[in-house]
């Protein structure tokens, strides 16, 4: 049986979107570059932080002739410093922030950890350390533009399997004195990033500020391309056969369209939200979701995502907020 994708309606992919600001983080590729898309398709203004900015100018190319605007700037997630350039030079230029799709991340192909000029482990500081300082950097312009929005993308790996749920280890978020294992580190940054949607929704509620985390789906993407050259050749002899249970990046890009811009999402602040996905271990979830219950209860845990937020603040560098959560 033909599975069924979740898809925007009519109605929030016809919105106009002019005079609306969004960034989008990975935009030269993949879900992120779809995402850009359809952004700039309906006539909004995409700022495209990108690590290779030539690579994102090259991306944008494909966007000749559509109602939109669009720029390339460099952010390197695996730099604290490069998050806190990005964000100086957008508030230079920029007066509103209508969404923020935190969406680039990363598998590393290493069998040891390996560590960002900061010194945080790469996985989970492209994913959730890098994001976390531009979010918290961006919150007064997203309260500011209220209502607005934040699409934070996990993936389905956070969920696990019933015999074994991902965490985040507070004790050792740095793999410093754990062993090593590329796709555990990358299942526990992406439940850093569900986490954090929750903490977030918890501390802006009342702003009309939302946020949501997202699995897009199995997307046809440069995703982990950067593998061992047995790997990568594994995955091309398999990529025909995934190509029935995988799915487009534009396919993939709907989730986060969805939180970005549908009336619905800020009904369901905090929530996960689901494409549907043949890789969750839980049969039942196979079906996704807008929103979706994680099957994974350390990534419901709000005590955790609070003890990792204030965490955070300190690993990062920034001053915690004043004033009750
Ligand atoms: N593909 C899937 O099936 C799948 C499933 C679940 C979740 N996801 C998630 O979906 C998101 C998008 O991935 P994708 O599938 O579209 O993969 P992709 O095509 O490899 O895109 C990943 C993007 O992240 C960017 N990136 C990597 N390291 C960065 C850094 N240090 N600073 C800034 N940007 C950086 C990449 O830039 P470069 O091009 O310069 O490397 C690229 O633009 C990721 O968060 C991924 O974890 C993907």
């Not at 533009?145 to 280890?169: E, F, K, L, Q, Y």
């Amino acid at each position: 049986m033909l599975r069924r994708r979740l898809s925007l309606d009519n109605a929030t992919r016809s919105k106009d979107l002019t005079g609306k600001t969004y960034i989008v983080t990975g935009a030269n590729s993949g879900v992120g570059l779809e995402t850009t898309r359809q952004l700039v398709k309906q006539g909004g203004h995409v700022v495209m932080a990108c690590r290779r900015t030539d690579a994102g100018e090259e991306a944008a190319r494909s966007f000749r002739g559509l109602e939109g605007t669009y720029e390339v700037e460099r952010l390197d997630l695996a730099d604290l410093d490069s998050v806190r350039d990005f964000v100086s030079r957008f508030k230079a230029n920029h007066d509103r922030l209508d969404g923020l799709a935190c969406n680039a991340g990363l598998v590393t192909m290493a069998s040891r950890p390996e560590f960002t000029r900061d010194g945080l482990e790469m996985t989970i500081a492209v994913s959730y350390f890098g994001h976390f300082l531009l979010t918290e950097l961006l919150l007064d312009a997203l309260r500011a533009s209220a209502p607005s929005r934040m699409a934070i993308v996990s993936s389905v790996t956070h969920a696990g399997s019933p015999n074994n749920r991902p965490d985040v280890n507070l004790d050792d978020l740095n793999y410093e004195h754990r062993d090593f294992n590329n796709f555990a580190a990358y299942s526990e940054a992406k439940v850093a990033n569900v986490l954090y949607a929750r903490e977030l929704a918890e501390r802006l509620e009342g702003t009309d500020v939302s946020a949501f985390s997202v699995h897009p789906g199995w997307a046809r993407s440069n995703f982990g391309s950067g593998g061992s050259l047995p790997m990568r050749i594994a995955m091309a002899v398999m990529r025909p056969f995934s190509r029935f249970v995988s799915d487009s990046n534009e396919q993939s890009a709907q989730t986060t369209l969805h939180c970005l811009l549908s009336d619905d999402a800020p009904n369901h602040p905090g929530a996960y939200f689901s494409q549907s996905s043949v890789l969750y271990r839980d049969r039942k979830c196979r079906g996704g979701g807008w929103p979706m219950d994680t099957p994974n209860p350390n990534a419901k845990n709000i005590e955790t995502a609070r003890k990792l937020v204030d965490m955070s603040y300190g690993i990062v560098g920034l001053a915690r907020p004043n004033g009750p959560r």
